[in-house]
Structure formats: structure tokens, C-alpha cells
Nanobody, 124 residues
Framework: QVQLVESGGGLVQAGASLRLSCAAS????????MGWFRQAPGKERRFVAA????????YYADSVKGRFTISRDNAKNTVYLQMNSLKPEDTAVYYC?????????????????WGQGTQVTVSS
């Protein structure tokens, strides 16, 4: 069982930066691939970024590539999402998720555990 708690969301202006954190419980955090997803009002949940447990490879949605960076600190059981050059279209609730798999990391249905989400609002 893994419990995930996100933090770091907030209201910022376009062009600003935020760093989201996701703290995980459990002693096997390093064995989980971690992902970030976001959901805007009235839209489905969409993939943002993921980091694979086995080799640390990272994956990004095209819309955030070059602006967002996912990283993890296994000693702290925490995964981060550094978000730079934020745009109004990045406004959404951001969710952290964990899976014991290592493939199809952009698919929400492949994740076993989810956090409660943190709101990110970017004003123009």
C-alpha cells in the first residue's frame, strides 16, 4: 500500500515557476514508477510527466517538454515536478501517481495509487 500526498500548488502569474512535491509512504518507494497528471475543469485527466523506477528514465507530454522537470529522491520518498515558464493553460489540479509497472507510463489506468491533488492556477 502506498499513500501519496501532494503539495506546492498555488496561484502564480504567467512566466513564474512552481515546484510540486509528492511525499509517499511505504518502504518500497524506489520500486515504483511515478507520474504526474493534471486535470482542468471539464476535461479528462492528462499525462504530464513520469519517471521510471528501473532506470530513472523520464517522459514528458509535448505540452510541457522543456519547461517541466520530474525528479525523485528515494531517500526522502519524494517525487518532484519543477514547473518553469508557466502558462495559463497549465492551470489544473495536479495529481501524483504511483505504479509498480515500467511501461505505458502515460496511461492513467496503469497507476495503482493516486494522491488527492494540488491546485495550480496561472494567471495571465
Amino acid at each position: 500500500q502506498v499513500q501519496l500526498v501532494e503539495s506546492g500548488g498555488g496561484l502564480v502569474q504567467a512566466g513564474a515557476s512552481l515546484r510540486l512535491s509528492c511525499a509517499a509512504s511505504g518502504r518500497t518507494f524506489s520500486s515504483y514508477s511515478m507520474g504526474w497528471f493534471r486535470q482542468a475543469p471539464g476535461k479528462e485527466r492528462r499525462f504530464v510527466a513520469a519517471i521510471r523506477w528501473s532506470d530513472g528514465n523520464t517522459y514528458y507530454a509535448d505540452s510541457v517538454k522543456g519547461r517541466f522537470t520530474i525528479s525523485r529522491d528515494n531517500a526522502k520518498n519524494t517525487v518532484y515536478l519543477q514547473m518553469n515558464s508557466l502558462k495559463p493553460e497549465d492551470t489544473a489540479v495536479y495529481y501524483c501517481a504511483a505504479t509498480d509497472g515500467s511501461t505505458w507510463l502515460a496511461v492513467p489506468g496503469n497507476y495503482n495509487y493516486w494522491g488527492q491533488g494540488t491546485q495550480v492556477t496561472v494567471s495571465s
